[in-house]
């Protein structure tokens, strides 16, 4: 009896280590046909300076329209195609539409927002970022002044040459580097001094609570008086209650973004957005 229980059990778990196989295999199969079948398509979420209501960047930011699964998010199947290999490919198709998108925004106003593309530590890995955007700037026209770059506190860590040299390479271009979802990541700071980094972007599980933590208040002033020592430009993410807008921007803060203001727009509803030239409430009720 078990015996057979055993066996049963065995055939249980190698039947379900095939299923989860095969479903990556599938994955990675969709993931190539949605690069061919352009099945991707890049959003864009509104970032605002907190003092002058300017719009300051736009983020571009992953979907997948799959032809059967729906919209697909990049929580979802970004980690798969960094398993896979898949990153460089998808990354620089990115890189490349991001920036098509940003120079084509002259057309419909005089000061554009920058756009900021997240950059995956795997892609900086595997492949030349800074060729990649030294490329990408010469193709489509955009500026190098207009780009930012989004990485996070782990490829810092790692602390390896090439990213030291791709980052430098960056900046020379004109190219700010944020770090992206700052303060979840590791404890060691060293590396804010060592990397030209010229952007912190808070991440939302700070702000969400701000209102009734008091720690998270004390962290994010922290990080606002830690930036401000070392230049550093700070971004709130997830912003979105009119309570913690002010709470930002009593705290210091240079720029927001979050629901409260957009979610990620279609670049139609962009482009819609710039042409009517607005300014968000951003500033305190009177
Ligand atoms: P992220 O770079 O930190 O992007 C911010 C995420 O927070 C986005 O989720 C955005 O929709 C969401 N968000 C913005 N404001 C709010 C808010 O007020 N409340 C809440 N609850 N969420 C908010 P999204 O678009 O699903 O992207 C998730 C993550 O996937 C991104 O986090 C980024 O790490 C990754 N990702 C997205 N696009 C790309 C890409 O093109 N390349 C790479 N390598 N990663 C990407
Ligand atoms: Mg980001
Ligand atoms: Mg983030
Ligand atoms: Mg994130």
Same mark, same amino acid.
């Given at each position: 009896?078990?015996?057979?229980?055993?066996?049963?059990?065995?055939?249980?778990?190698?039947?379900?280590?095939?299923? /989860?196989?095969?479903?990556?295999?599938?994955?990675?199969?969709?993931?190539?046909?949605?690069?061919?079948?352009?099945?991707?398509?890049?959003?864009?979420?509104?970032?605002?300076?907190?003092?002058?209501?300017? %719009?300051?960047?736009?983020?571009?930011?992953?979907?997948?329209?799959?032809?059967?699964?729906?919209?697909?998010?990049?929580?979802? !199947?970004?980690?798969?195609?960094?398993?896979?290999?898949?990153?460089?490919?998808?990354?620089?198709?990115?890189?490349?539409?991001?920036?098509? !998108?940003?120079?084509?925004?002259?057309?419909?106003?005089?000061?554009?927002?920058?756009?900021?593309?997240?950059?995956?530590?795997?892609?900086?890995?595997?492949?030349?970022?800074?060729?990649? /955007?030294?490329?990408?700037?010469?193709?489509?026209?955009?500026?190098?002044?207009?780009?930012?770059?989004?990485?996070?506190?782990?490829?810092?860590?790692?602390?390896?040459?090439?990213?030291?040299?791709?980052?430098?390479?960056?900046?020379?271009?004109?190219? =700010?580097?944020?770090? =992206?979802? !700052?303060?979840?990541?590791?404890?060691?700071?060293?590396? %804010?001094?060592?990397?030209?980094?010229?952007?912190?972007?808070?991440?939302?599980?700070?702000?969400? =609570?701000?209102?009734?933590?008091?720690?998270?208040?004390?962290?994010?002033?922290?990080?606002?008086?830690?930036?401000?020592?070392?230049?550093?430009?700070?971004?709130?993410?997830?912003?979105?209650?009119?309570?913690?807008?002010?709470?930002?921007?009593?705290?210091?803060?240079?720029?927001?973004?979050? !629901?409260?203001? =957009?979610?990620?727009?279609?670049?139609?509803?962009?482009? /819609? %957005?710039?042409?009517?030239?607005?300014?968000?409430?951003?500033?305190?009720?009177?």
């Amino acid at each position: 009896k078990a015996k057979e229980h055993g066996r049963n059990t065995y055939q249980f778990y190698t039947a379900e280590m095939n299923d /989860a196989a095969l479903r990556k295999r599938e994955l990675e199969n969709s993931l190539h046909q949605a690069l061919r079948e352009q099945e991707f398509t890049l959003h864009y979420q509104p970032i605002w300076n907190i003092h002058t209501g300017a %719009l300051e960047a736009v983020e571009a930011l992953i979907r997948w329209q799959h032809p059967v699964h729906g919209l697909i998010s990049p929580s979802d !199947f970004i980690p798969v195609a960094e398993e896979v290999g898949l990153i460089s490919k998808i990354g620089a198709w990115v890189m490349e539409e991001a920036c098509w !998108f940003g120079a084509s925004l002259h057309q419909y106003c005089d000061t554009p927002p920058k756009i900021s593309v997240n950059v995956s530590s795997r892609q900086i890995q595997r492949l030349d970022v800074a060729e990649l /955007a030294e490329s990408v700037l010469q193709m489509t026209g955009m500026s190098g002044e207009r780009l930012i770059v989004e990485i996070t506190e782990s490829i810092l860590i790692a602390d390896e040459q090439k990213t030291h040299q791709q980052l430098e390479r960056l900046r020379d271009m004109g190219i =700010d580097i944020a770090i =992206d979802d !700052f303060g979840t990541g590791y404890s060691s700071l060293s590396y %804010l001094k060592k990397y030209p980094i010229s952007r912190l972007k808070i991440d939302r599980s700070f702000v969400s =609570d701000l209102a009734q933590d008091a720690e998270d208040r004390a962290l994010v002033n922290g990080i606002i008086s830690l930036a401000s020592s070392l230049s550093l430009k700070v971004i709130a993410e997830g912003v979105e209650t009119r309570e913690q807008v002010e709470l930002i921007r009593e705290m210091g803060c240079h720029s927001i973004q979050g !629901f409260y203001f =957009d979610q990620p727009l279609e670049g139609s509803a962009l482009v /819609a %957005l710039l042409e009517k030239q607005p300014v968000p409430d951003v500033n305190p009720v009177n």
